[in-house]
């Protein structure tokens, strides 16, 4: 099973850049398509975007299309997300797991790691 930590969060302005990692302890990393998601405050926790397991497919929520960029090492057992043009909505807590497919956008995995907080000020 993947065992994630999340890393890479931080305080930035809008307009900014961050970019987060996401390493897992588990040996199969490489084995699963993998995703991000997001809770803001007070709000459901939202898919953002995914990569197959050969990091050959991509899928992004609408919301982040065209400034986020994922991305994996499998060699490293590591997943990236690549941040630009934040927007203060952008701020969240940001946790990554297994999807049930690439272009399913649902976890695979009920158990999620602490995450890392990313905040946009205006």
């Known amino acids: 099973q993947v065992q994630p930590v999340e890393s890479g969060g931080g305080l930035v302005k809008s307009g900014g850049s961050l970019r987060l990692s996401c390493t897992s302890s588990g040996r199969t990393f490489g084995s699963y398509s993998m995703g991000w998601f997001r809770q803001a405050p007070g709000k459901e926790r939202e898919f953002v975007a995914a990569?197959?397991?050969?990091?050959?497919?991509?899928d992004y929520a609408d919301s982040v299309k065209g400034r986020f960029t994922i991305s994996r090492d499998n060699a490293k057992n590591t997943m990236y997300l690549e941040m630009n043009s934040l927007k203060s909505e952008d701020t969240a807590v940001y946790y990554c797991?297994?999807?049930?497919?690439?272009?399913?956008?649902?976890?695979?995995?009920?158990?999620w790691g602490q995450g890392t907080q990313v905040t946009v000020s205006s």
């Open positions: 990569i197959r397991w050969s990091g050959g497919s991509t």
């Open positions: 797991n297994a999807v049930t497919g690439v272009f399913t956008r649902k976890p695979l995995f009920g158990s």
